[in-house]
């Protein structure tokens, strides 16, 4: 017997489910190597949350990094799977213990409107690129699409995600006219002070500054708007104060940042003109429970110069893995395993498609840990063989049996297997450029900030933005 791990896992994804699952592998004595498509292991970190979240950004940067440091943590950047390795080869041939998906949600739900996909760029857009866009459009070397944000647009959504899209879409406007006018102010000032409060500050009122603001519309009633949840197994008191909060979430957003705001309207088709979308044909809803169906005779014509929809994100496709619907085909939310193999699970967003950056880390936690005990045996610190039982003694009778059935299945690697694994990785890293230390590639690729450019927000974005390595392998 050997103090060598006896397994190793694969991880897709190095953000907050991902980076989280490496940690409680290594710690408990699991080697991982996370396997991430681009040069930064931040996910929705850097390209969801937008980019005033500023301290917020460099917080989980720090817990990201201080996770994918450890010892028996292994980083694969610049590698996507699908495109660089194939989902199949690497649960089947690799040779991994376990391989946990954590690569997220970046797909667009479809607006659901037949040919509006012909539209995007052309007067639509998802989402998640015109966030992506908003986060990168001041960096030197930025070569992703460009979209405006005029004022009057018309946004698709009630999440949490949509009123950070109708946000952008009023800072950028009001920015845009308070510095026409002379005012020196940004959106970070404009963020966190609201609009009518940095307009006082300068005496102007808004109503003066002819914006007329974005519209943002939802298909339930407002109260409905998936802004707060309520507890599991909520009393009716309980509901109706989720519902209470959810409006005045809503009402103090629309206060600061000046947006219009319409319930019950869904879209029922495209207006064009020129080849370009120039608004949604909208109808008003009925709302029963869950379902809220168009109102035969409501529909109007909403003209914008821009829709946004921000319906929802939901996993990539990747090429071999078998979706349900638009998600992975994962037979349980608590204990997710890919149906068509026995050591494939998946962690945080992807699976729980709940874009927050808690449940993701509380998922991943919880899975990872299960992963751990329930499935590889190992109940806490170890690697060795004796453990899988010493943790199946722990249980009761029937679970020690699982444990060892699952043993049986899927016995400890050797010491020579272990080598030959990292060996590969070794192979695949040097392709990238990476040479092993995660501290010294993070430093190459993100440029450290400085105190003073925490406090000049536009800045820091130049500079994080003007890292001179690319590995050329990603995006
Ligand atoms: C506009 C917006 C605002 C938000 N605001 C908040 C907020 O205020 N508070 C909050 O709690 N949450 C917020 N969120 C949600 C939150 O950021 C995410 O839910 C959370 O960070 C998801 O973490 P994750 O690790 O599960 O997934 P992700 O962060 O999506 O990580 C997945 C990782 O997998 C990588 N990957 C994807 N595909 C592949 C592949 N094929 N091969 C290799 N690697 C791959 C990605 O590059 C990424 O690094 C917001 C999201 C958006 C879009």
């Known amino acids: 017997m050997t103090d060598r791990p006896y397994h190793f896992a694969a991880i897709v994804g190095g ?40 301290e917020q950004r460099e917080q989980e940067y720090l817990r990201i990094d201080a996770r994918l440091r450890k010892p028996g943590v292994f980083f694969l950047p610049c590698t996507k799977l699908g495109r660089d390795l194939d989902f199949q080869d690497l649960y089947n041939n690799w040779g991994f213990s376990v391989v946990v998906l954590a690569n997220g949600a970046w797909r667009d739900r479809q607006l659901g409107i037949p040919q509006a996909e012909e539209f995007i760029g052309k007067g639509f857009v998802y989402q998640n690129p015109f966030i992506n866009w908003y986060n990168r459009k001041n960096q030197a070397g930025y070569a992703g699409p460009r979209y405006q944000a005029p004022d009057e647009a018309l946004v ?79 009393t009716p008191e309980q509901i109706a104060k989720t519902e209470a909060i959810r409006q005045k979430m809503l009402r103090l957003a629309q206060e600061k940042y000046l947006f219009r705001f319409q319930d019950r309207r869904v879209p029922t088709g495209l207006l064009i003109d020129d080849g370009r979308l120039v608004g949604l044909k909208l109808a008003e809803t009925k ?39 638009e998600y992975y085909d994962f037979d349980d939310e608590a204990l997710p395993r890919y149906v068509a ?76 297997e272990i080598a030959a694994l990292e060996r590969r990785i070794r192979i695949l890293q040097e392709r990238v450029g990476y040479t ?36 050329g392998a990603c995006r």
């Not at 308070?178 to 970070?188: E, K, M, P």
């Not at 995660?438 to 820091?460: H, K």
């Open 341 to 416: 193999s026995d050591h494939v699970f998946g962690v945080g967003n992807v699976v729980t498609g709940r874009g927050n950056i808690r449940a993701s880390l509380l998922h991943s936690q919880e899975v990872t840990t299960k992963i751990i005990e329930n499935y590889i045996g190992v109940t806490d610190g170890g690697s060795a063989f004796a453990r899988f039982y010493a943790g199946a003694e722990a249980n009761r009778a029937a679970q020690a049996h699982a444990v060892r059935d699952r043993v049986q299945v899927m016995p400890g690697l050797s010491y020579l």
């Open 287 to 325: 709302v029963e429970g869950r379902k809220a169906e168009a109102v035969a005779g409501s529909e109007y014509q909403q003209r914008a110069p821009l829709v946004i929809s921000s319906i929802g994100s939901v996993p990539e496709e990747i090429p071999g893995v078998a979706m349900k619907g």
């Open 15 to 54: 953000a907050i489910a991902g980076s989280v699952a490496a940690e409680i592998f290594a710690d408990r004595g699991i080697q991982a190597v996370v396997i991430e498509q681009n040069e930064r292991p931040y996910g929705k970190i850097e390209d969801g949350l937008p980019r005033w979240h500023s």
């Open 436 to 471: 092993g230390n995660y501290d010294s590639w993070i430093a190459r690729v993100r440029p450290a900030v400085t105190a003073s450019q925490n406090f000049a927000p536009e800045s820091m974005h130049q500079s994080l933005s003007s890292s001179a390595f690319h590995c």
């Open 156 to 234: 698709v959504g009630g999440g949490l995600a949509s009123i950070d899209v109708v946000k952008v879409l009023q800072l950028e406007n009001y920015e845009r006219v308070l510095r026409s006018r002379g005012v020196q102010t940004d959106v970070y000032e404009l963020e966190k002070k609201g609009v009518p409060a940095v307009c006082k500050m300068h005496g102007i009122a808004p109503e003066d500054l002819d914006v007329k603001g974005c519209l943002l519309i939802y298909r339930r009633r407002e109260q409905d708007m998936p802004l707060a949840q309520p507890p599991e197994n909520a």
